[in-house]
């Protein structure tokens, strides 16, 4: 079994780029909940994160379904 996970520090990155980034004006997804059509579909499923095994560390990224992407690596662990 594989299991990839984000530490604090990450989250931490994590938790600001998705406050900074799922604001109206911001996000063509963005919902705050009072819309009758869920603007990314019906599932949700609008951010997706990313883990790539390298050779020296894990790179960790997050990316939205407007495209949007955010590097999470906490490099400092390298
Ligand atoms: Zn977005």
Known sequence: ????KLDADELTKYLAWEAAHHVKGVCKYFDDGKSPICPVGAIGGRVTF????????LISTVSCACGAKEDLTNY???
């Open 1 to 4: 079994m594989y299991e990839f």
């Open 50 to 57: 990313h883990f790539t095994q390298t050779g020296v560390g």
């Open 76 to 78: 400092d662990l390298w």
